[in-house]
């Protein structure tokens, strides 16, 4: 599965693409404009790693572009470490777990048809926007095969899509030969 995020609005576009090829291989790469904020692998139980969000947040020491291995457990408690080690090994979720039930159940209009790669998908829209406050504008859908293909949520001026796909021959994910294991790491300043 191969999912992309890409946010609009004032700072730079975000971009974040997750490749997952079950059981255990994950990549994620986030990247601001055309700077590596974070490359993650998982392959097993080792995690690799590189970009600004190491070298400025978790080994001062490293430039951006070492890539760095470890074992999930090594990650120091309450640190921005720990939560990306999290996301990296927590269990694949429903694409639109982080919608709220009560968004869930929002009554949805038809949208037409949107086209995401070359699938065609059946798209929905609704809406957390009432008389008294500005919401979340919604647009999703999903493929004949009744996969998602595409969220997009709009609101403040920042619009998020988020976009599924799923190859049938997904490319391999490897890890970078290059990698400096870390033993143990610097204690917060």
Known sequence: V???????????????????????KRHTLTTNSDTVVTEEIMIGDT????????????YPSLDPETWISFS???????SVLEQRVTYLTTALRYPFAD???VTRALPASPAGEVIVGDRPC??????TTDDMTEGIEYVLAFDVEGRPCQLVREGGGVTETRTWSY?????????????????QFPAAP
């Open 72 to 78: 999930p457990e090594q990650a120091p408690e309450d």
């Open 167 to 183: 190859p049938d021959n997904p490319g391999p994910i490897n890890a970078p030969e290059e990698a400096v294991r870390v033993e």
């Open 2 to 24: 191969e999912t992309q995020s890409v946010g609009s609005g004032d700072p730079p576009v975000s971009v974040t693409t997750d490749r997952v090829i079950l059981p255990d």
């Open 122 to 127: 059946k798209a929905w829209t609704f809406s």
């Open 99 to 101: 919608v709220t039930a």
């Open 47 to 58: 995690i690799y790693m590189r970009g600004t969000l190491v070298s400025s947040s978790i």
